[in-house]
């Protein structure tokens, strides 16, 4: 048994960039031009690459994201789940691969499920008028179909994106798509506030006024309708953003949060291994030469000594809403939070966007809408 870690891939594709996206992705109106072959051979040789690094860990979730994965066929996810299989300790409990609504067919979905066992479908929004406003291609009924084919196709886990705040949206409007939501059985959500993200064309709209996002107070009321509404049909609001059926929270992303290891690869891939983070450069054509070459890809990297590895995940794992225990941190990082953190951990209980209650720390109610405020205290 080694050291459990978790695998990502990046697909940097897609049909069209979204207004508000600024996830690396490289937009391919006709799919057939994706250089499928080349990108196949270049992951392969960066896995090679990679393995005798790796030999100490064991793989036990697989997350393939993008950019639109399904824009490229299920053969290439077989040629490279097998390859993963021969090369590294990979044994993936939960593999998850992120899909689009439109365009899916059953056969796709079924060859998907072959390799995959849990599916992301990026809803966004369950009106016409919110699918509008966010820029998307797809209609609710492709959202209606896709669902239908992933759950016939054998997919019994099944995870739904939802993009709320968008200009424009009622209270009403969300309670209806909230409804239709729950009518599709997710197992897992997660619901994204529409936040303009520096250079995009959601960010430009804004500035040049043509755009106007709704007020904060509004945004607050969302956030908890969402809560109440998923916790009361039986989701536990396990992240900031992420709800799930018991036994269903995401393998996966806990890894991240919980500041475990994970290898990440493709262009814009990230990787956190030992004391070492490794980020590929979003540079497809850099990314497929240098492994022409055979040589890792352009990508920059950072060692944490062991402070800044506990000050990170004491951050990141104040995202989930069971917080920290304090007893582990001190076993894992041998840094005692409360003594390390002193007077800022008092001045956030008194301020009530902590709570400390015997021995775990967590975000107050007050502290999960306020959650970036408290990260800057403790960075």
């Known amino acids: 048994m080694g050291i459990e870690a978790a695998l990502y891939v990046h697909i940097p594709f897609c049909r069209t960039k979204c207004p508000y996206c600024d996830f690396y992705s490289l937009p391919f109106p006709d799919p057939e031009k994706i250089p499928v072959k080349e990108f196949l051979h270049a992951l392969k040789k960066e896995i090679s690459l ?7 860990y064991e793989f036990v979730t697989f997350y393939v994201g993008g950019g639109t994965p399904s824009l490229i066929p299920p053969a290439f996810y077989q040629e490279l789940f097998a390859f993963l299989k021969a090369s590294l300790n990979f044994r993936p409990e939960e593999a998850t691969i992120e899909v689009n609504p439109e365009g899916l067919t059953f056969e796709a979905l079924s060859d998907y499920r072959k390799i995959f066992n849990r599916i992301s479908i990026g809803a966004q929004s369950f009106t016409e008028k919110g699918l509008k406003a966010l820029g998307r291609r797809h209609s609710v009924d492709d959202t209606q179909k896709a669902i239908s084919l992933a759950r016939k196709a054998g997919f019994s886990n099944l995870s739904l994106d939802m993009i709320y705040a968008w200009p424009g949206e009622t209270l009403k409007e969300l309670e209806h798509e909230l409804e239709l939501l729950f009518s599709f059985e997710p197992q897992h959500v997660s619901c994204y506030e529409l936040t303009p993200e520096p250079d995009t064309p959601l960010w430009q709209a804004i500035k040049r006024k043509k ?5 904060e107070e509004q945004i607050i009321e969302f956030f908890w309708l969402i809560h109440d509404f998923l916790e009361d049909k039986g989701f536990e609001h396990y992240e900031i953003s992420n709800y799930a059926k018991p036994g269903y929270q995401c393998k996966h992303n806990l890894f991240y949060w919980q500041a475990r290891p994970y290898l990440g690869l493709g262009p814009g891939g990230a990787s956190f291994l030992e004391n070492k983070r490794f980020k590929n450069q979003e540079n497809l054509v850099g990314y ?3 492994l022409r070459q055979e040589h890792f890809p352009p990508r920059d990297e950072e060692t944490l000594d062991a402070e800044a590895r506990f000050r990170e995940a004491v951050i990141l794992s104040l995202r989930l809403l069971k917080g920290i225990s304090l007893s582990e941190f001190k076993r894992r990082f041998d840094f005692d939070v409360l003594d390390y953190y002193g007077e800022i951990i008092e001045k956030l209980v ?10 775990r720390l967590r975000l107050s109610r007050k502290g999960l809408l306020l959650s970036n405020l408290v990260f800057r205290e403790l960075v």
């Open 50 to 56: 990679w393995q005798p690094l790796v030999e100490t």
């Open 350 to 359: 008194r301020n009530g966007l902590l709570i400390l209650e015997k021995d």
């Open 211 to 215: 755009i106007t996002l709704l007020p």
């Open 288 to 290: 497929l030469e240098a």
